[in-house]
């Protein structure tokens, strides 16, 4: 652009300048759409987390002026944070590795020819259609001591009394959170399952027949053909689904509330709840939460090097 | 490269999704110019006190605000109802949303009046309303406003006091013949009732009314949330004790339900209506539900035990109604309802539907002769022990109590207190 402009100005007439400005803006009739919702949807929005999480604001949402960085002291001063963070961790890890690896088997059992396998996708959905703070309340009430479902089944089979305390699976941190994760776990296999299951149709028969001719094992034939091919495809899922599991609030806000305590509590969680108490606080962990995301998905995609087929 | 940066993308607006939705703020009210002759819509944020369809509180407000319409027909009030477990937290995201009620009954008052966002009751209900309300309640709806004085924000809607229940039946069958008069026997009672195999005792401290069965448990050993100047003085060393004997004598033996940290009053007292408790702190409002349950007339209320003897002062709770300044043409309309809201009627149509306590002086009067079940409590209020919740820290402090105090029974008792009296003591 600055040679455009300076040769403008050696005498080149105007008319010239603004028709080769025009045509430099042209692509933005394009782009700009683009960049605007960007700008909009993403950009300000990040630039309004900022500005809250280094402001002062009343209990009820009135500006007191900038405070620099108390928020974030006041933050990392939580004695509940830590343990937060850990249980973050743990949640994210546990239901994204389960989730996928029930999924490969259910998408690897639905790929195969049988009668009613459209009424058995269709049912599939099932989990993945209904409002995930729906399905929470409804494994809440079937964990109700005494007379849920759940207990009713396992007290049956002499698993466990249904009046004891270990029947009170939401009122002790350690059961309560290992059932929000099954929860989650069950609400993300159907979204999982499909984009395996559309992955598992992109792999081409030939190639199981090469490795049939070449006398592979079923097991070898799954671990060194199918699961290759499906890269693509599980590198989305986890993607998407390490996200969404990350920010996933309404399981455990409906379960437990992050109680006993806040020792269910992950970190999208305990910023709802710190939003009531303090409302910069809870934007200071909202940009704790916003950087954990942005590297957790990155040095997973830098691990798993997802793009080194494209560059192969 | 430019899939990379398409994913990276894509996954900066996914997890931007909630903050942009969270700062959304609503265009505030109508415009319209003050005064009842233009027509104007007020809102009401009001708790359930009902516990089924019959006795939902959207009735009782129904009934008001149909007669009130047809009396003052330029006047509309939308009724919204919560669940008092998150009424608190419904009230405070409408504030910080720009989207407050015009009146808000149910909780505290005292930090939205210090941040000036209340009308003083005297800028609002007329002379006579204010006078006809009970003098010693009212004077609890006091606090500093904005300006630094001293003035009535909260105007007093219903008032209640506590006392403790027990399950006749539970007691004859395990051999008890008295109601318990001290800690200790309240330990021996349960154990006994433990042994037909019913919960001894209900401890609610959960996120429901945690701050009232803590406040009633520390009375009983000579603490509370203030000490006589006026103080925070929550992690004192006998509400430390209070709460190590919770854990070591009944929650620690199995006395109460299984977790007390994570049960709801309103579940206990079903359950105790249901005959599965044998003893469980209630109100009046504990009434109407022990006339659902099967328990029939097995029941007996009698005066809170402490660790050395009976409470002398028992726990009395007011509920305020709140009216916020945010649109100044409805003000005279919201006066309105109010005056009508609070004549003797209603208030006796509420109490005796609730069987909880009026809080004007012509209702309590009628209703101690014509309701002789409350008299006693009506006749006990002067001497009740209240919520500190004149202080703007109450709410915060009360918010967590319901948060964390649960964990003061499974966990370190000292820790747990002095977090909360942390938040009790911040500066805002």
């Not at chain 1, 249904?162 to 989650?184: C, K, P, Q, Y």
């Not at chain 2, 703020?25 to 005064?35: A, M």
């Not at chain 2, 208030?347 to 014509?370: C, G, H, I, R, V």
């Amino acid at each position: 652009m600055t040679t455009h402009t300076e040769r403008g100005r050696l005498g080149r007439p105007r008319p010239a300048l603004a028709r080769s400005v025009l045509s430099g803006l042209a692509p933005l009739a394009w782009i700009g759409p683009a960049i605007a919702l960007i700008a909009f949807a993403v950009l300000w929005p990040v630039v309004k987390m900022v500005q809250s999480s280094t402001t002062h604001w009343s209990r009820y949402g009135v500006n007191l002026g900038s405070n620099g960085t108390d928020n974030y002291n006041k933050l990392f001063k939580e004695q509940d944070l830590s343990g937060v963070l850990e249980r973050t961790g743990i949640w994210v890890v546990v239901v994204v590795t389960l989730t996928m690896v029930i999924s490969l088997g259910v998408a690897q059992l639905f790929n195969q020819k049988f009668p009613g396998r459209t009424v058995a996708r269709w049912a599939l959905i099932a989990p993945w259609a209904a409002s995930v703070m729906m399905t929470a309340i409804i494994f809440k009430w079937m964990l109700y001591p005494g007379y849920g479902f759940i207990n009713i089944i396992l007290n049956d089979l002499g698993l466990v009394d249904r009046n004891s305390n270990t029947a009170d699976w939401l009122g002790h941190s350690g059961s309560g959170f290992m059932w929000e994760m099954a929860v989650a776990i069950f609400v993300s296999i159907p979204f999982t399952s499909y984009t395996v299951i559309a992955g598992l149709q992109t792999v081409p028969a030939e190639v199981y027949e090469a490795a049939k001719v070449d006398g592979a094992s079923k097991v070898r034939t799954y671990f060194s053909v199918t699961l290759p091919l499906l890269r693509p495809a599980l590198l989305v899922a986890t993607v998407i689904n390490v996200m969404n599991v990350f920010n996933s609030f309404p399981i455990i806000w409906e379960m437990t509330k992050g109680g006993p305590g806040y020792d269910t509590a992950t970190t999208t969680v305990f910023m709802w709840i710190l939003k009531g108490q303090n409302i910069g606080e809870s934007a200071a962990l909202s940009m704790v939460n916003f950087a954990l995301i942005i590297v957790i998905v990155f040095a997973f995609l830098k691990v798993s090097k997802w793009n080194s087929e494209a560059d192969a | 490269m430019k899939r990379l940066a398409t994913l990276a993308a894509t996954g900066l607006a996914a997890s931007l999704v909630l903050s942009a939705c969270s700062s959304s703020k609503s265009s505030g009210g109508s415009s319209s110019s003050s005064g009842s002759s233009k027509p104007v819509t007020i809102t009401l944020l009001a708790p359930n006190y009902g516990s089924g369809t019959a006795d939902d509180s959207k009735n009782y407000w129904g009934d008001i605000i149909t007669a009130f319409e047809a009396k003052y027909p330029n006047v509309k009030v939308q009724l919204q109802e919560a669940t008092w477990d998150n009424l608190a937290t419904k009230l405070t995201t409408a504030l910080q949303n720009n989207d407050a009620p015009d009146l808000f009954e149910g909780g505290g008052y005292a930090d939205v009046a210090a941040q000036g966002l209340l009308y003083k009751a005297s800028d609002i209900v007329s002379p006579q309303t204010l006078s006809n309300l009970i003098p010693h309640v009212a004077q609890l709806g006091q606090t500093k406003g904005q300006d630094g004085q001293q003035a009535q924000y909260g105007i007093p809607f219903t008032t209640s006091t506590r006392a403790f229940f027990y399950n006749t039946q539970l007691f004859q069958q395990a051999g008890i013949t008295t109601a318990p008069q001290t800690w200790a026997d309240v330990a021996a009672d349960a154990a006994k009732i433990k042994t037909l195999g019913k919960t001894g005792f209900g401890l609610p401290l959960g996120s429901e009314e945690a701050q009232a069965e803590t406040y009633l448990w520390t009375l009983g050993n000579g603490g509370g949330y203030k000490d006589a100047s006026g103080k925070w003085d929550i992690n004192s060393p006998q509400n430390v004790q209070t709460f190590q004997w919770l854990t070591d004598n009944l929650v620690k033996p199995g006395l109460t339900e299984p977790d007390p940290g994570t049960k709801d009053r309103t579940d206990l007292w079903k359950d105790f209506a249901a005959g599965n408790i044998g003893m469980i702190n209630g109100s009046p409002a504990l009434l109407p539900i022990l006339k659902e349950g099967t328990i029939g007339s097995n029941f007996k209320s009698s005066p809170i035990p402490g660790k050395t003897g009976t409470l002398s002062t028992p726990l009395g709770v007011a509920d305020f109604i709140e009216a916020f300044n945010s649109h100044p043409d409805h003000k005279t309309a919201i006066g309105e309802f109010l005056d009508f809201a609070l004549q003797k009627q209603y208030q006796e149509k509420f109490d005796n539907l609730y069987d909880l306590l009026p809080a004007t002086q012509d209702a309590a009067a009628d209703l101690s002769a014509s309701n002789p079940a409350l008299k006693p409590f009506i006749d006990a209020l002067p001497t009740a022990a209240w919520y500190p919740s004149s202080d703007p820290n109450w709410d915060p402090a009360s918010q967590k109590v319901k948060d964390i105090v649960g964990k003061a029974v499974t966990s370190d008792p000292k820790g747990v207190l002095d977090q909360i009296q942390a938040v009790a003591t911040a500066s805002n």
